[in-house]
């Protein structure tokens, strides 16, 4: 991230205002994004494959487990919560995208990578009460920066349908009004016949579904 903003400030001709007032656009562009790539991930994963899926197995395991027991990931030490993110959004993906990339692209996708690995860590803070966060944790949580206590708490509601998203939870609202998932649903089920483990809990779910009715 530091490199490409050096970079970005070669290219605005040693213009720091202008190349501080881009990083800033290309963060909160990024964080916002992030934060609906966690929701899609985390719908995707909790509604097909399992811990047989070639690839994303044991990362589907995991988030369709935590719905039997969501207070075991407050008991995860940082690198064990976060390490299977760094998979996909690791040095691999980084390096090749710096390689091949702009410094305005490489900063906007470290910002992405990052709060996609993090995503888990926010997620973790959102099950702990504040007490047993760090102030910080809690300032964080009540500006909106990571994703509030109150609104994930709604996502561990049978049958686990809605709330997606973990890093600030901002695209939660937007996506669940508009039945973004539901629309997704659809059309998975009309191209393969896989329904989502949501539909599975929630017959009534499935049949507003399938009538086109994807919003509560």
Known sequence: ALGAINEMLTVNDGNILWTATQAVALFLSSWTLADFGSGVLHWSVDNYGNGRTPIMGSIIAAFQGHHTAPWTITRRGFCNN??????????????????????????????????????????????????????????????????????????????????????????????????????????????????SNAWKLDSDLRERTLRGEYTA
Not at 140 to 160: C, M, T, Y
Request: proline share 6%; glycine share 8%.
């Open 82 to 195: 976060v390490y299977k993110l760094c998979i996909p959004f690791g040095i691999v993906p980084m390096t090749l995208i710096n390689y091949v990339a702009g410094p305005f692209t490489t900063f906007f996708f470290t910002v992405f990578c990052v709060m996609e690995i993090l995503s888990q860590e926010f997620h973790k803070w959102s099950h702990m009460t504040k007490g047993e966060c760090p102030e910080w944790v809690n300032w964080l949580q009540s500006v909106g920066l990571s994703v509030p206590r109150n609104q994930h708490a709604l996502h561990h509601k049978e049958p686990f349908e809605g709330n997606y998203c973990i890093i600030s939870g901002v695209c939660n609202a937007p996506l669940d009004r508009l039945g973004i998932f539901r629309r997704m649903e659809h059309m998975i089920y009309d191209w393969n016949g896989v329904e």
